[in-house]
């Protein structure tokens, strides 16, 4: 059973204080790997998606990276307005086309 | 603009009713999902559709229904046979069901049993 785990469940940074979020996962094999943002009571926003260990993906002050058992979301210099809840998820090369996702990390950067 | 919508935002069922959320997109895709998001869980998928005419059960099909007679609608319907439908409903769309693609999101319907 394809399984996802996010750590830590919530998260509270300072503006400025560079920290990262986990992604650890289990899968039969591997088709991508998912990062979105979610604000409250809004559907999830795609951030990213990385294919094969060794993959990085930019944007703004987020930073993804993949490895063969986790990924981690590296949030550089964080303003309020990263605030949110991140969720990672998973496609496997076996089962349903569509995705396993993980509980999410919830990020408070306070000014 | 481009997306999925999702109809209503919030809804009240009274106990024994069925309720049917809508959900359109206009990005041309062919496949579409359902997901249910409680707190403290992950999303968990409902149903899923490939293509116009067919779908297929997920995670958590008992006590729902869903219907796909059009590629831009794929709606919804809270049976009354499902013993905890308060949550919160996404919709959503990828160009194809190929593992590769991409999953987008509505914005979400709330349900609420009173």
């Known amino acids: 059973e394809d399984q996802v785990t996010q750590s830590p469940e919530a998260l509270r940074l300072q503006e400025g204080e560079s920290s990262s979020l986990n992604c650890s996962y289990t899968v039969s094999g591997l088709r991508g790997l998912f990062w979105y943002r979610q604000d409250p009571g809004k559907g999830p926003e795609f951030l990213f998606t990385l294919y094969s260990a060794g993959e990085e993906k930019e944007k703004e002050r987020l930073k993804a990276t993949l490895t063969k058992k986790e990924s981690f979301l590296h949030i550089t210099a964080p303003k309020p307005e990263d605030s949110a809840t991140y969720l990672c998820a998973v496609k496997a090369t076996s089962g349903y086309s569509t995705l396993t996702f993980g509980k999410g990390t919830m990020l408070l950067v306070s000014p | 603009d481009g997306g999925i919508t999702q109809s209503p935002k919030y809804l009240f069922r ?22 249910r998001q409680d707190p403290g869980q992950g999303l968990r998928l409902i149903y899923y559709s490939q293509i116009v005419n067919d779908f297929q059960k ?35 769309s990828s160009r194809t069901a190929l ?15 009173v």
């Open chain 2, 58 to 92: 997920g995670d958590i099909a008992e006590g729902y229904s869903v219907s796909r007679e059009k590629k831009e609608s794929f709606p919804l319907t809270v049976t009354s046979a499902q013993k905890n439908p308060t949550a919160f409903y996404l919709c959503a």
């Open chain 2, 99 to 113: 593992l590769g693609n991409t999953i987008y999101f509505g914005e979400g319907s709330w349900l609420t049993v």
């Open chain 2, 14 to 35: 009274k106990e024994g009713q069925n309720v049917t959320l809508s959900c359109e997109q206009n990005l041309n895709h062919d496949a579409m999902y359902w997901y």
